[in-house]
């Protein structure tokens, strides 16, 4: 029984991942109702999975199982009141965002959520990108801490410094410098002004350049996640037509 279990298993778990890898690369000739209908399912089994995680990790220790462990006594201290009934009070207020009567009692619980969420995106890219990306910066542009790194010296080096600085100045200095539409339109745009629209030129160069980099590392890796899948389907028929 258990040999026949390990086959079924064998069998229908490659079987099942060749199919909704076929259904999902159909999207190339179109859109059709199989690629809709693993689209459906992936979403459906990412819902549920979240979901069931949220319940399992989140729902139940951080606010059932305290609320089961106080009881009815403990529940009627003000500090257990608050840090545990007001979370189910918040979240039961968002449930009732689903019913269209009740829909505008779930509006606290949905400001308390999205201003939390801004507050942690914001602070988390203060604190984890922009200051650190800005001392690298400043360290990258300083040969005596850099150099020791990357084994680079002397003109390499320098040249890597200035083109380091001139990107992050012009890139800067394209967000910043807006040049005001002259009174009349033969009224020449003076020296500080044309430097300023340089600036902004090369910066917007610089910027077209990094998301082209960008643009071409999700090509690349888009086009190896592709090749694993062909190569994924051509092994598991191989795969079958030999066990078979």
Do not use: C
Request: aromatic fraction near 6%.
């Amino acid at each position: 029984m258990t040999g026949i279990t390990t086959l079924v298993d064998a069998l229908i778990g490659p079987i099942v991942a060749m199919l909704l890898t076929i259904m999902v690369l159909s999207y190339l000739i179109g859109d059709n109702p199989l690629f809709r209908l693993a689209s459906h399912l992936f979403i459906g089994v990412a819902a549920g999975y979240a979901g069931a995680l949220a319940a399992r990790s989140v729902l139940w220790p951080g606010l059932l199982q305290p609320i089961e462990q106080a009881g009815l006594n403990g529940l009627l201290n003000v500090d257990a009141a608050v840090r545990l009934l007001m979370p189910a009070l918040l979240i039961l207020l968002l449930v009732a965002k689903l019913v269209p009567g009740t829909s505008r009692l779930g509006t606290l619980s949905t400001a308390f959520l999205v201003g939390v969420g801004a507050a942690v995106v914001v602070g988390g890219a203060i604190t984890g990108t922009l200051i650190p990306q800005s001392v690298a910066a400043m360290t990258t542009i300083n040969p005596m801490v850099v150099s020791p790194q990357t084994g680079e010296t002397g003109l390499e080096r320098v040249v890597n410094v200035v083109i380091m600085l001139v990107g992050t100045i012009s890139t800067l200095a394209y967000f910043r410098f807006t040049l005001r539409r002259p009174a009349s339109e033969g009224r020449p745009i003076g020296p500080i002004g044309l430097l300023g629209k340089g600036i902004s030129a090369l910066g917007k160069a610089f910027i077209a350049l990094a998301f082209g980099v960008m643009y071409a590392g999700a090509l690349s890796a888009t086009l190896l996640i592709l090749t694993q899948r062909i190569q994924f389907l051509w092994d598991t028929l191989t795969g079958l037509l030999a066990g078979g």
